[in-house]
């Protein structure tokens, strides 16, 4: 399944996410400081500028 999380760079929100992947979901994870946590997650995660998002995607 294809997710999108807003928030998931949160405390609660990484854990979210984390579990999510771990089942085997992909996700992507809507951020405004793409810099700041681009590596926070691990390669399945996509992680997405919020102020470049693109509606196709």
Known sequence: MKIIVA???GFLGKKIVS???D???NV???TRN???HKNTFSNN???ID???INPSF
Do not use: D, P, Q
Request: proline share 0%; aromatic share 10%; glycine share 14%.
């Open 7 to 9: 928030g998931g760079t």
């Open 19 to 21: 579990s999510l992947a």
């Open 23 to 25: 089942k085997g979901h």
């Open 28 to 30: 992507c994870v809507l």
């Open 34 to 36: 793409l810099n700041k």
């Open 45 to 47: 995660v996509f992680v």
């Open 50 to 52: 919020w102020s470049t």
